[in-house]
């Protein structure tokens, strides 16, 4: 069974559409995170939730 890690991100409402994407792409590239889910609030805030996978090294000794 998958099991995954959250990182819940909150910016603010004045944050550009271009700087989010830019958040995120870096979260991507470097920690290796997915997005979940995304809302945006009406006043312009944004919640992300990004999720990655927990990997479980079985001991082979």
């Not at 944050?15 to 312009?44: K, N, Q, S």
């Amino acid at each position: 069974m998958l099991e995954y890690s959250y990182l819940d991100l909150y910016l603010p409402r004045g944050t550009t559409r271009e700087t989010a994407r830019r958040v995120l792409t870096e979260h991507a590239e470097h920690g290796h995170w997915e997005l979940d889910r995304l809302r945006l609030y009406p006043d312009g805030r944004r919640y992300v939730r990004l999720r990655r996978k927990i990997l479980r090294v079985a001991s082979t000794l």
